[in-house]
């Protein structure tokens, strides 16, 4: 079984949030994505400090599928630049996991 992995990336808007979710899901490219509506997001970007409010999304999938998401968020996604992080799960509840393992197969 490949590693579980959080994959974190904000969206401009809950519409969009909810059209990659249902793409990455669809794709067996993660197994739930979890929707936060609000987030308020502080950043630099071209020399200034922007304030934003943002959607955020919470993606469980497996390091194998990780580069094929990460793929499938860029080509969605309609920020120049947008966050797509991956925290390794170290441990967690075990058929939750294989769950997540079973629904990402190729």
């Known amino acids: 079984m490949s590693p579980a992995q959080l994959v974190y990336c904000t969206f401009p808007n809950a519409s969009e949030a909810d059209s ?3 793409a990455l ?3 067996r490219l993660a197994a739930c994505v979890n929707i936060v509506g609000s987030v308020r997001s502080v950043y630099r970007w071209k020399g200034e400090v922007c ?5 955020m999304i919470i993606a ?4 194998a599928r990780f580069a094929d998401l990460k793929a ?13 992080v991956a925290v390794g799960i ?8 294989q769950w997540i393992a079973d629904e990402t197969k190729v």
């Not at 499938?72 to 797509?84: A, M, N, Q, R, T």
Request: with cysteine; net charge negative; glycine share 2%.
């Open 51 to 55: 304030s934003e409010e943002e959607c």
């Open 72 to 84: 499938k968020i860029l080509e969605l996604h309609s920020y120049d630049c947008p966050e797509v």
């Open 25 to 27: 899901v669809a794709a």
């Open 20 to 22: 990659v979710a249902r």
């Open 60 to 63: 469980k999938t497996t390091r």
């Open 90 to 97: 170290d441990d967690g509840h075990e058929a939750y996991l």
